[in-house]
């Protein structure tokens, strides 16, 4: 008898050792929690942990009161529903690895489970907008590329989206109920920007007029309009754009420009604009009586307006450098009355004839300017220094992605973007390429990647190198931060040396996160086709990316024109 009562007892401790709770392994924590309900007929599907909160899926749609979060016994968070629900999100700050109670009080009663939260955040697509149909281009050339841009108002408010075929469109942001659209042109919509108050919007295109619009928000009532085409020429052949548009507080801030192709020489017109946002006033123009014979793309603002920096190159035909008016290759510094503080000139790289100038930048706060030799070079400037003593004041020059020799076979990564936000110089390297120099009949595709191709590489003022990551494909356009400069949402086309279809979407990277850089890449989310524009609310709740199609070699058209909602 005392056998049997033993072998009952150690039948009872093992019981209570596989039904009872255990500790969850601390280094396993899965981005999708499966839980069952403790309310047989209210069950709970899933819990996904994402950047800003917590979605709770039930089984099915009943009406749901509130579901609140606890950490231990304490109440951190609530959400008041009062409405038919399949899916509550739950707005609060979590900690990865962490244990938290999730109860929802539904008419059928309530419900709760405890949950580890994970170490990353998923994503959770909440929106899709179908946009209008296009002709692919082809995956095998990023100039081919359709384009378009997305971008939340400051207050979060509204969603725009300008398109490929000249469509400027409004939504409500979290229901993606349109507000208005207008039909602008039979050009693309190249830039756009919201002034800081979310009332007014101001587009820039590319078509035979080259015009810059200013429109109200919400309506989409057009307040003024400017064209860029009388004073820096136009023909249907050459058009001129507005290649990019930033308002700083009342202030407008655009470069116009436009190119033609000559038998023995690349021409080009461009001009920088400061308008006043209300009005349409214009400012000044840099030059006041000129046009710029480079080309300019791009131009950046310190958040003051104090300081405005561009930068110009021009295509040398027959390997030649031409003589230009304006300093070729050089990064430029005009003051917030549109003069001319400094200019630098870059040196030229091996396998150049002259510097091509990327997209660089300049920080808020005015102290650095950042300018970038597509070939492969970042430069740092002290800006505050070089206007006080009139002297150049490189702090440093990084070698990114300069040309290198793999079996006597030159190639470099495109450094298409470099960054200034907070402490951190951030350089965006696209594809791969051979130099025009050293292109032949045998190799006019690089062969093989350059090691600093496809990457985000991260510094700080110094020049340490803070963290890196290989994005394996190609960002056509520029990086957009989160208001408090936490995460980095970073659009990813195609690879045109590895033709890998699978790296197409949107990479979103948690600054915040200690570690390198494995730790730092928050999610990746995507998309068939190719991400060619992304961005994110002013309060982190939502991101905005545009995926376009591309055309294969055989013909398939891989992807839609349209934009995913993910929170």
């Known amino acids: 008898m005392k056998k049997i009562l033993i072998l009952i007892l150690i039948i009872s401790l093992v019981a209570g050792c596989i039904g009872g709770k255990s500790e969850r392994p601390k280094e396993i924590a899965t981005e999708i929690e499966k839980v069952s309900s403790q309310v047989e007929n209210v069950k709970i599907d899933s819990i996904i942990f994402t950047r800003t909160g917590t979605q709770v899926n039930l089984k099915e749609e009943v009406e749901v009161t509130f579901a609140n979060i606890y950490d231990n016994d304490t109440k951190i968070a609530s959400q008041n529903v009062n409405s038919k629900a399949k899916d509550v999100f739950i707005d609060f700050k979590w900690e990865p690895k962490k244990q938290y109670k999730i109860e929802v009080q539904t008419s059928n009663g309530a419900t709760s489970s405890s949950v580890y939260a994970p170490g990353k955040p998923t994503a959770i697509k909440v929106g899709e907008i179908k946009l209008e149909n296009v002709d ?28 490929h075929t000249g469509y400027i469109k409004g939504f409500e942001t979290g229901t993606n109920k349109i507000v208005f659209e207008k039909k602008l042109s039979e050009g693309l919509i ?49 058009k001129p754009g507005i290649r990019r548009v930033i308002i700083k507080g009342d202030t407008t801030y655009v470069v116009a420009c436009r190119t033609a192709s000559g038998a023995d020489k690349s021409y080009y017109w461009a001009r920088v604009y400061s308008l006043e946002t209300k009005t349409g006033n214009i400012l000044w123009k840099f030059p006041e009586n000129d046009t710029i014979d480079l080309s300019i793309y791009w131009l950046d603002v310190s958040s003051d307006g104090k300081y405005i920096t561009f930068s110009g190159s021009s295509y040398p035909k027959g390997f030649v450098r031409d003589i230009r008016k304006y300093k070729d290759g ?103 390429y051979i130099p025009a120099k050293a292109k032949s009949t045998k190799y006019n595709k690089a062969p093989i990647e350059h090691p600093n191709a496809q990457s985000l590489i991260v510094y700080n003022p110094e020049g340490d190198l803070l963290w890196k990551w290989r994005v394996e494909g190609y960002a056509p356009a520029a990086m957009s931060t989160s208001k408090d400069k936490r995460f980095i949402i970073l659009p990813i086309a195609q690879n045109i040396v590895s033709g890998n279809l699978d790296v197409h979407g949107v990479y979103v990277f948690d600054n915040a996160a200690q570690g390198g850089a494995t730790s730092k890449l928050a999610y990746i989310f995507k998309t068939r086709g190719l991400t060619v524009s992304a961005d994110i609310s002013s309060d982190g709740k939502y991101i905005a990316a545009l995926e376009i199609p591309t055309r294969l070699e055989d013909g398939t058209v891989l992807g839609e024109y349209k934009v995913h909602i993910l929170r």
């Open 190 to 238: 190249y830039s756009l920007d919201i002034s800081s108050d979310s009332k007014y919007l101001v587009v820039g295109e590319e078509s035979f007029d080259g015009y810059l619009y200013a429109f109200e928000l919400p309506s989409g009532n057009e307040v003024w309009r400017f064209r860029s085409g009388e004073e820096i020429g136009s023909d249907i052949k050459n």
């Open 330 to 432: 050089a990064v430029h510094v005009l003051n917030g009355e549109g003069k001319l503080l400094w200019i630098y000139e870059l040196a030229v790289l091996p396998y150049q004839v002259i510097p091509w100038m990327g997209k660089g930048s300049i920080s808020e706060d005015g102290k650095y300017v950042l300018a970038v030799d597509y070939y492969g070079v970042g430069y740092l400037f002290d800006n505050e220094e070089i206007t006080k003593t009139g002297k150049a004041s490189l702090l440093w020059s990084k070698n990114i992605s300069t040309a290198i020799e793999i079996s006597g076979i030159p190639i470099y990564g495109s450094l298409n973007y470099g960054y200034i936000f907070g402490d951190n110089i951030v350089f965006n390297v696209g594809n791969t």
């Open 136 to 163: 692919p281009g082809s995956i095998n050339s990023t100039l081919n590329n359709i384009k378009g841009v997305v971008k939340f108002s400051p207050d979060g408010k509204y969603l725009i989206v300008g398109t």
